[in-house]
């Protein structure tokens, strides 16, 4: 089981290495998570530099695939050579999109008629692609799901563990990377927010 997370220059390490942790988490034999790049090497909105793991091509490939954002998306979406890599299929894939990412599939067409998660800053961009806003972290619609908010990339995280693992390895992933002492509360709160999608 292959996930990949979209990074792009510019991306906010929050969403990509966030969801890579928890995804991380999941000990089965198979399961790999990878980071994607257009490139050999991204930087991110704050100066650290990651090596990609996988090309974007064998990331369209992968049995899930989270697009992660940045400050530099709609200069991601403006490169027609670049967005035509991007063969995604919701379909044969689970495919996430954490806050400006959600742009990312807007554009791609896999968000039509389905209302997205984004945040604030994205969200006139995302409406300007035809696609409704909810005000929530997090939504999902079939094999797709949306978050809005950097910290809302645990639902997406979770999200893609039990749609691929189950409810109670979510569960536990969360468990694990949650703040001692708020541990259950934590975890619940997270499953509160993914549970009504799966």
């Not at 990074?7 to 999941?26: C, H, K, M, Q, Y």
């Not at 490939?61 to 998306?73: E, Q």
């Not at 569960?171 to 549970?195: G, Q, S």
Request: hydrophobic share 50%.
């Amino acid at each position: 089981m292959h996930i990949a997370i979209l990074t792009f220059e510019g991306f906010n390490e929050l969403d990509s290495l966030i969801a890579f942790g928890i995804l991380n988490r999941v000990q089965q034999p198979g399961w790999r998570v990878s980071i994607a790049s257009p490139e050999a090497k991204v930087q991110s909105m704050n100066g650290l530099t990651i090596e990609a793991q996988v090309s974007l091509e064998e990331a369209c490939d992968a049995d899930a695939v989270l697009v992660g954002s940045g400050r530099l998306t709609r200069d991601v979406v403006a490169n027609t050579e670049l967005m035509s890599r991007l063969r995604l299929d919701p379909a044969r894939q689970l495919l996430g999109a954490q806050c400006s990412g959600t742009l990312i599939l807007a554009r791609l067409g896999l968000l039509n008629d389905v209302p997205a998660c984004t945040d604030l800053i994205t969200k006139p961009w995302v409406e300007e692609a035809g696609v409704a806003v909810l005000h929530q972290p997090f939504a999902a619609s079939g094999n797709v799901a949306t978050a809005g908010g950097c910290l809302a990339s645990q639902y997406l995280a979770a999200w893609f563990i039990a749609r691929l693992v189950s409810v109670e390895a979510a569960r536990n992933a969360l468990h694990y990377v949650a703040p001692v002492a708020e541990k259950d509360l934590y975890t619940e709160r997270a499953l509160a927010n993914i549970l009504p999608f799966l």
